[in-house]
């Protein structure tokens, strides 16, 4: 089969983690997929740090696995350590992270991708696009290829016109040691689309052997560490490899400061906004200048390298003041660098000017995914690259597109206030932006997304039958201890334990077992309990989703009716077309701001920042409601 000859279903430009999963996503529903990239051997490269998942973070990996998506299957296989965040707070707020081997994720992850059928591959750097009026056709290569599509995805990262900073220097680039992205950009600009720029940053890697550990605070996996993926592809870690805690200093921030004046980001060099969230070590010295120290997480990058990620000493400052800053830190007196840390711009695209699934408006067929959507993150550009592989597919075949609501998953958040709101900064998830988030927890994405992602032909029969099975499980552990009568002989010792009141006679395990910080699994001395576990082969999986069901019932079911509302509003649809220019009743601004985004139901117009409830009210009465 030639390039020169054939039309792929999808082309995907950039083989990251928004590309990987496009492609993986794509293929699987049965599209002819040509993943092309500028270096084959650096799939999924885990750019910045070697890890996945973390606050919110964990959610969306939970639920690209849920999908049907490989993020938590290559992370699974490659960990080197395993966590649970924010386990002392309530279930809605668990975030699983998990360390990773960076070589092994990379090649993990191309395993994965080479047992696809349907999916190319191709090694070329894109330097443009092929339109016809307004649908796109295909894609030009540096090697002069001219290669058609019907969709094409683009998922370049920090690609896009990269260029690199540190101190005074400043040289083309995407990532270290590898070429920027040009002629994309332009092509898009010049058929209508609004670009800007972003930057990020990366620290210093350095050789774990000049370390001293011992002047550092170890931070262990946990105990009994799970894992991302539902499926049993994989085993949890018996064995973990350790991080460690170390924190900067007055001295280290005054010998940071006399880099200031050399800074990119200080001279004005750097103009474009960085991550609000992620801040490199110089901007949170300027910012927190009452802070008198910060904290540095010294992470290993795989099981056999000494090479080690400084995590929170992001910098772009020159070489000879990271040198010998770091070497003020607790542990670093004699460290040897293997790479400096370095800052990157890059170019973006407002995600303000694509649908919910994340096709472009103003091209057909055309799809964005990741950075270039200004988000920031493996996990959210993989979870976008998703979406978008599932959406260019569906397209494909002449099928409505698959768009998650935000009460269905941190997904749809994530993409929802993409579009609605749009970000003029590196868009990072959290918990936080969640209006439902006790709906959408980290232990149920299964029980959410496998049935809708099954329907459409993506999640396999195996997850839908493990779903299936676990909800079964559930509401018949449920049911029993509904009906479980205990003495009080049998959990008065239990709820002493814990300072718990002392019952006086015997009642219901459900009603005991609701109170609040009593886990669950210290009932399991009750032998009728205990018996009934082990004869109906129940899990600890399916016993914390009881725990989370017996405790947390009320919160649940009150953001569902709260949920049920929204979706009223959702199914409002707002005709295609529709001139919001008409409406004279509204403010300028909400009339500029829907006119621009094209909102598709009164709750999205409800979002976007500027459109008042006084504003809906209007757009409901024109609409004849």
């Known amino acids: 089969m030639s390039l020169f000859t054939t039309t792929y279903d999808v082309i995907v430009v950039g083989g990251g983690h928004a590309g990987s999963e496009a492609a993986a996503a794509s293929a699987n529903l049965g599209a002819h997929t040509l993943l092309i990239t500028m270096n084959l051997q650096n799939i999924a490269q885990m750019s910045c740090n070697p890890a996945m998942g973390g606050i919110a973070k964990g959610q969306i990996v939970r639920e690209i696995d849920a999908l049907g998506g490989y993020s938590g299957i290559v992370t699974d296989k490659t960990a080197i350590q395993f966590k649970m965040l924010n386990k002392s707070k309530g279930p809605a707020m668990w975030s699983p992270r998990a360390q990773s081997d960076r070589m092994r994720f990379a090649e993990e992850w191309r395993n994965q991708l080479e047992q696809i059928e349907h999916l190319d591959f191709y090694q070329d750097a894109v330097n443009g696009l092929v339109f016809e009026n307004d649908t796109i056709v295909g894609v030009k290569t540096a090697l002069g290829l001219k290669i058609k599509a019907k969709t094409v995805i683009i998922t370049a990262g920090t690609f896009l016109n990269g260029l690199i900073h540190i101190g005074e220097k400043t040289f083309g680039g995407g990532r270290a040691g590898e070429g920027a992205s040009k002629g994309i950009t332009e092509d898009l600009v010049a058929v209508g689309f609004e670009s800007g720029r972003m930057k990020t940053g990366t620290p210093p890697r350095v050789d774990g052997r000049s370390l001293d550990y011992s002047k550092m605070i170890e931070q262990p996996g946990d105990e009994n560490p799970e894992k991302f993926s539902y499926l049993k592809t994989s085993k949890p870690l018996t064995k973990q490899r350790s991080c460690y805690l170390t924190y900067t200093s007055n001295e280290v921030h005054d010998l940071l400061r006399e880099g200031f004046d050399r800074s990119p980001m200080f001279t004005g060099r750097i103009q474009s ?44 400052l020159p070489e000879d003041i990271q040198d ?50 200004g988000t920031t993150g493996y996990e959210e550009a993989a979870a976008q690259g998703m979406m978008a592989g599932i959406n260019a597919a569906l397209k494909i075949q002449k099928k409505e597109p698959f768009i998650l609501k935000r009460n269905e998953a941190y997904i ?201 409830p006084s504003d809906i009210s209007v757009l409901l009465v024109h609409m004849g409601r």
Request: charged share 25%; hydrophobic share 35%; with cysteine.
């Open 273 to 316: 906004t960085g991550p609000r969230y992620c801040p490199s070590i110089e901007d949170k010295i300027d910012r927190f200048a009452t802070k008198d120290r910060h904290q540095i997480f010294v992470e290993p990058e795989g099981w056999n390298t000494v090479e080690v990620y400084v995590n929170g000493f992001s910098t772009s």
């Open 324 to 373: 010998k800053a770091i070497r003020s830190i607790a542990g670093f007196e004699n460290v040897k660098f293997l790479r400096y840390g370095y800052a990157i711009e890059y170019d973006y695209f407002p995600p303000t000017q694509l649908t919910h699934s994340l096709e472009t408006k103003l091209i057909k067929n055309l799809f964005f995914a990741g950075q270039i959507n």
């Open 412 to 612: 749809g958040v994530l993409i929802d206030d993409l579009i609605t709101k749009g970000t003029e900064e590196p868009y990072r998830m959290f918990t936080s932006r969640a209006e439902y988030r006790t709906l959408l927890r980290q232990d149920n994405a299964d029980i959410r997304l496998t049935p809708l992602s099954f329907a459409i032909g993506l999640a396999s029969k195996e997850r839908m039958l493990a779903v299936v099975e676990k909800q079964q499980k559930t509401e018949l552990l449920i049911n029993f201890i509904k009906n479980l009568s205990v003495k009080k002989e049998e959990v008065n010792p239990i709820l002493e334990k814990y300072n718990s009141a002392l019952v006086h006679q015997s009642m219901k395990l459900f009603k005991v077992a609701s109170r609040p910080n009593l886990p669950f699994q210290e009932f399991f001395s009750i032998k009728k309990l205990a018996d009934f576990i082990q004869k109906n082969n129940i899990d600890n999986i399916v016993t914390e989703q009881v725990d989370i069901h017996v405790k947390y019932a009320g919160y649940i079911n009150k953001e569902k009716n709260n949920a049920d509302k929204l979706n009223r509003l959702e199914n409002v649809r707002i005709p295609n077309n529709f001139d919001f220019t008409k409406l004279k009743s509204i403010s300028t601004e909400a009339r500029q701001k829907l006119t621009k985004i094209q909102p598709v139901t009164i709750s999205q117009a409800s979002r976007i920042s500027g459109v008042s």
